[in-house]
């Protein structure tokens, strides 16, 4: 079903906008990942890489950087105490506190250092020695035992407690603690340090800060190779999944290819079969399904071929018998009134059996020319209204019969367009003599709308309607709602099939909408000019629509009641009278 094309339209603000592009831009993309095979698998790939990558990255700092500092905190530690027992076989540490402590801590600094492996920047290591139990911040710490550099502070207060607990037991138990070396003098930048502090006899006590500047600058190095690295093996991996994925997605794609002209009608399109892996059987499957489609075919072919030219030589063959016939029938019928009651009926009956016997023949034979593409199209300019009050003549006499009757929604102008006046005359007579024969004597209404690029006729009926699916199926050749169901009216069974075709040769639309107990819709869309492309309809198709479209007219028109009522916008027990 297509939609019905309204004549308003709406415009939105730039925030509007921008959530339509948004939403259009989505969209576009999920299209795309829907339909590409190749985009899926190098999209899933890489994140899968990328996740892979960064939880193997995380754990390998994560190793590195414990390793590293494990490995300097062990360094420190022994140098602290190598130096330390020096101290203990070189200097006297057991002398009180007082002018000797500058003393020693100006030996230890200056003949005990520890060899450094690396001597640059940021490398370097700071000593001091403090009397205890008085942890005076005023005194100094020396750099490399020769100038005064980082600031007490940066020794941690849990350092200094440890090791003033561990010489108060009479330990010699090593402590270390990370810390933030800062400076007395200004212009250098605060380090990341370790602390490492041990007792030094009864009354000194050795604390080295050793900085950690140099690992940090190693940890960093490694950290951004470990990133690049990463990135240069996701995407590496991006790569190599889109060139495996298009050795299967090319012969794929040339797969679906050969497929749609195969299913366009070009039925010599063949693959070629290249090795002999998984995509060579599937080309060598495919090309020997497209031979025997094509064999296939072309067996059905002739044989619709022999159906049609069969169908056209019969009814061609049964025209000349089928005249004689209905010319004696005919003299019969003229003449029942001579004959006796039962005679009388019989010529009246072979009479009626044959006009159905003659429509047959010329449904058949028309269809035979849509079958053989013979149809030819004899447009003009015609005004549909008259075509639709022409076609319900005959239906007319039918309405009478069955008590009901025919109700006319025609514009006030002329609705013009270049069409066959015969077929689509047939069409409209068709779908009035179906409306009224299964309307259960009820009205028909119909409705004729124009726009610009289209005209349009509905026609309502308000019957049994139709089950769901059987708006499809009450276009095929001779299908009946209820095959149980006498055709009253003489029908073939042919006239919707045939109709569908004269609005497809016009290049129009005939479609049907229906619900159990509320009847049917057949609309008929043609273009103004004959073969111009449709987008759209100036009627609806659906009951409720056709029924507020039809009502909502009757108002404006200013239209009594009783008109609306038929129309369908009051209901039909409501008294035309009544004001409610």
Known sequence: MRAWRSPFWTATGPAGTLRG?????????????????????????LAASALVV???????????????????????VSQVQTVRAQALNQLNVTTSPGASADSLMYTIARDLQYPQADGGAGSGYYVAVLAAPDLNPSQPIYVKGWVYGANLSSIPRALLQHVQAAQSAGQDQVYDEPTTITFAKGGQAAQPGLAVGVPLGSNYQLFYLFSLRNDLLTLQLVQRTLIGVGLALVVLLALIASLVTRWVVIP????AEASRRVAAGDLDERMRVQGTDDLA???????????????????????????RQFVSDVSHELRTPL????????????????????????????????????????DLLEISRYDANAATLDAEPIDICDLVRRAADDAQQLAERRGARIVFRLPAQPCVAEADRRRVERILRNLLV????HGEGREAVVSVAADRDAVAVAVRDYGVGLRPGEEKLVFDRFWRADPARARTSGGTGLGLSIALEDARLHGGWLEAWSECERGSVFRLTLPRVAGANLEGSPLPLGLDEVELATGAAALAAGLPAAMIRIGGLLPRDQDPGDDA
């Open 21 to 45: 592009w948004t939403a259009r831009a989505f969209g576009q993309v999920r299209t795309r990942w829907h339909q590409s095979l190749q985009l899926r698998v190098v999209g899933t790939t």
């Open 281 to 307: 059987v599937l080309a060598t499957s495919f090309n020997e399904m497209a031979t025997t489609l094509a064999d296939k075919l072309g067996k059905l072919q002739d044989l619709s071929q022999v159906q």
């Open 434 to 437: 179906n409306a009224v024969e």
């Open 323 to 362: 005249t004689t016939i209905k010319m004696a029938s005919d003299v019969l019928h003229e003449a029942r009134d001579q004959l006796d009651d039962s005679a009388a009926r019989s010529a009246e009956l072979l009479h009626g059996q044959l006009e159905r016997f003659d429509a047959l023949l010329a």
């Open 252 to 255: 794929v794609r040339q797969a």
């Open 54 to 76: 960064t939880v193997l990255g995380f754990f390998l700092m994560q190793q590195i950087t414990g390793g590293l500092l494990r490995n300097r905190e062990t360094s420190a």
